[in-house]
Nanobody, 125 residues
Framework: QVQLVESGGGLVQAGGSVRLSCAAS????????MGWFRQAPGKEREFVAT????????YYANSVKGRFTLSRDNAKNTVYLQMNSLKPEDTAVYYC??????????????????WGQGTQVTVSS
């Protein structure tokens, strides 16, 4: 069973930065993708960014492109989401997710099999 544990959320002022972490354990598939999603109150869960672990290629939602950056630590089996120039509209619960992957960017929540518990990010104006 794959387990994902997120950390790093909190309260930040607009224009500030936050780094989220997602540590994975129990993974057995050789090729996989990790994605970040977010969900604001009353809204659907939306795609933020994804990384294909084997090659390190990334893809971002237009709303965060240029502000958010994915990185990974192979030794720790952890992916990081560095969020800069935060805006109040970035306020949401952020979730990481993972699935076995081919050479494809997965951007729908239904495409992921395992999810973390979520971490709250609140951006004040």
């Amino acid at each position: 069973q794959v387990q994902l544990v997120e950390s790093g959320g909190g309260l930040v002022q607009a224009g500030g930065s936050v780094r989220l972490s997602c540590a994975a354990s129990g993974r057995t598939f050789s090729s996989y993708a990790m994605g970040w999603f977010r969900q604001a109150p009353g809204k659907e869960r939306e795609f933020v960014a994804t990384i294909i672990w084997s090659g390190g290629s990334t893809y971002y939602a237009n709303s965060v492109k240029g502000r958010f950056t994915l990185s990974r630590d192979n030794a720790k089996n952890t992916v990081y989401l560095q969020m800069n120039s935060l805006k109040p509209e970035d306020t949401a619960v952020y979730y990481c997710a993972t699935r076995q992957a081919g050479n494809y960017y997965y951007m729908k929540p239904s495409q992921y099999d395992y999810w973390g518990q979520g971490t709250q990010v609140t951006v004040s104006s």
